[in-house]
C-alpha cells in the first residue's frame, strides 16, 4: 500500500524503525536528563500511592468525571514550586502546544513563534495560516522587527523554548521583556528545561530569575527530566479555566494516567529534595565536555553536526561498537544531520570522557 513511498524514504537515508537496544549500551540518547526512568525506590513509593486510591485509571475526561485528588495535588504542587496560580495537567506536551495554540489565537491575533519551536508547536500552527509568524531562532530582535512591521489588531502571543531539544541553548531573557512592554503573552515551552537548568532546577524563569506575570504561560512535560509521562499547562486563573472551556485537547481526551500523574508527583519532590547534588553531576558533566571539546554547554544536551547522513550514521555506528547510545537525527526533524548527545546525571565521568573521545576523531561540528 505505500511501498513506493516506503522505498523513497530509505533511497534518501530517511528510514525510521522502532528498535530495542541492548540494555548494556550507555544511554546518552534520551531525554531522561536526571536518571529517574530507572531509579526503583521512587517507582515503588509511586506505586504504593496509588494503591491508596479508589481507583487507578482516569475513567473520562478531565471536564466529565476523569479528574481525581492527585491531578489537583500535582498541578498545586507544580504551581507552587513555579510561581503560578492556577495549572492544569494533560496527557502529553503535544497536546498540550495544541490546546495552547487552538484555543489562544483568535481571529485578529497574531502569534510570533520562534522558527525551531517543537514540532507540536509548528503543526498546530499550520491551522492559523497568516495569524503565524515565524522570527529567527532565539533573536529578540528579529521579533522586535517583526512586532513593528506586522502588528496585529488583537493580542500578541509569543512563543519559545526554554531550551531547544535540538540545539541545547537556552532562550533569551529579553522575550519576557518583549512580552512585558508589549503586553504580549509569552508561551514557554519548559519540555527540556524544567529539571535541567536554573537555581532550582525550574527552568527559563528559574534560569534567568524572571518575576512570573499575569501573561506569563508555562507548558513542560512529566516525562524526561521528571522521568514519568504527561504535561501541564501553569498560568494565571483566567487562562486555565480558558482551557477547560476552549481547550480541545483538554476536553475531549481522557485524563492523564493516575500512575503517571502519581510518579510525576513523588518524582518531582525527589528533585526538589536533591536539587543541589543534581545540579553538582551536571555542572561536572558539563566542565568535563568543556575540558575534552572545548566547548561550554548551555544544557544537557551536546550537538554535533555533520555535512551528510553517511558521515553522522558511521559516527553512530562507531559509538555503538564502543558501548554508547547517542541520537542520531535526521530531516525533517532538523535541517542538517546531527549526533544529539544527552548528559544524563546516570552516567559517569569516566564514561562521558570516553565518549568525548571518541566524538573528537569524528568529522563533525562540535556545538
Not at 530507572?38 to 496509588?50: F, M, R, V
Not at 554508547?324 to 542538517?336: D, N, Y
Amino acid at each position: 500500500m505505500f511501498e513506493k513511498e516506503l522505498d523513497a524514504i530509505k533511497r534518501a537515508g530517511l528510514y525510521r524503525e522502532r528498535k530495542i537496544f541492548s540494555d548494556k549500551l550507555k544511554d546518552f540518547a534520551s531525554n531522561d536528563y536526571l536518571g529517574l526512568s530507572q531509579n526503583k525506590k521512587l517507582l515503588k513509593k509511586a506505586y504504593k500511592l496509588l494503591l491508596c486510591q479508589t481507583h487507578h485509571s482516569p475513567k473520562a475526561s478531565m471536564i466529565v468525571n476523569g479528574y481525581c485528588s492527585l491531578h489537583k495535588e500535582l498541578e498545586n504542587y507544580l504551581c507552587s514550586l513555579n510561581g503560578f496560580k492556577d495549572g492544569i495537567v494533560l496527557g502529553s506536551g503535544f497536546l498540550a502546544n495544541i490546546a495552547l495554540f487552538d484555543a489562544f489565537v483568535r481571529k485578529n491575533d497574531k502569534i510570533y513563534i520562534d522558527e525551531k519551536y517543537h514540532a507540536s508547536g509548528l503543526y498546530a500552527a499550520k491551522m492559523l495560516g497568516d495569524r503565524a509568524i515565524f522570527f529567527k531562532h532565539n533573536d529578540p530582535e528579529d521579533l522586535n522587527n517583526l512586532l513593528e512591521s506586522s502588528p496585529p489588531k488583537g493580542r500578541i502571543i509569543i512563543a519559545i523554548e526554554g531550551v531547544y531539544s535540538m540545539d541545547g541553548d537556552i532562550a533569551d531573557k529579553r522575550f519576557s521583556e518583549i512580552a512585558i512592554n508589549k503586553n504580549a503573552i509569552l508561551i514557554v515551552d519548559e519540555a527540556h528545561s524544567s529539571g535541567s537548568i536554573g537555581t532550582n532546577l525550574l527552568g527559563y524563569f528559574d534560569y534567568h530569575n524572571i518575576p512570573i506575570c499575569q501573561n506569563f504561560i508555562k507548558m513542560g512535560t512529566l516525562s524526561k527530566a521528571y522521568g514519568s509521562y504527561g504535561a501541564y499547562i501553569l498560568g494565571d486563573t483566567e487562562t486555565i479555566e480558558f482551557l477547560c472551556n476552549r481547550g480541545k485537547s483538554v476536553i475531549y481526551t481522557t485524563a492523564l494516567s493516575i500512575f503517571d500523574t502519581t510518579l510525576a508527583l513523588i518524582n518531582l519532590k525527589y528533585i526538589q529534595r536533591n536539587k543541589k547534588t543534581l545540579k553538582d553531576k551536571i555542572h561536572s558533566l558539563q566542565a568535563m565536555v568543556k575540558k575534552i571539546l572545548q566547548t561550554p554547554l548551555q544544557s544537557q544536551i551536546l550537538v554535533v553536526r555533520y555535512k551528510n547522513t553517511k558521515d553522522m550514521q558511521r559516527t553512530h555506528k562507531e559509538l555503538q561498537k564502543n558501548g554508547f547510545l547517542v541520537g542520531a537525527i535526521r530531516k525533517p526533524t532538523v535541517q542538517e544531520p546531527i549526533l544529539r548527545i544527552t548528559l544524563r546525571t546516570k552516567n559517569s565521568l569516566k564514561q562521558t570522557k570516553k565518549l568525548c573521545k571518541i566524538i573528537k576523531k569524528s568529522e563533525g561540528q562540535i556545538c
